[in-house]
């Protein structure tokens, strides 16, 4: 596998009234990224499962990989990528969107 030199994180806190399925559309839509989306290298997606306590009332995440910041752009505006940032616009009641080079 190609080391990621982009790792794009959004952490969400969803609206009490966000449904599972909802949630399951977003990851099989976000899972599909890797097949659709050039530059794309691998996604998580999913609950916070960490014991740690330090979520900050988060309950979920996505995290893509890229190849590099023009396929984390060309990300962006991608038509795969839509319905996926509109489930998260419509249903977060709160969302945090950091990205890291290595």
Avoid at 39 to 56: D, F, I, M, Q, R
Avoid at 65 to 92: C, K, M
């Amino acid at each position: 596998m190609t080391t990621p030199s982009v790792v794009h994180v959004v952490l969400v806190r969803w609206k009490p009234t966000v449904s599972a399925a909802t949630l399951e559309e977003l990851r099989g839509l976000a899972g599909a990224f890797p097949d659709a989306i050039p530059g794309v290298l691998a996604v998580h997606c999913g609950p916070n499962t960490s014991p740690e306590g330090l979520a900050g009332g988060f309950d979920w995440a996505l995290i893509v990989s890229f190849t590099g910041n023009s396929a984390r752009d060309e990300y962006l505006p991608h038509p795969a990528h839509q319905p996926v940032a509109q489930l998260i616009s419509r249903w977060a009641e709160e969302v945090v969107v950091f990205d890291v080079n290595s």
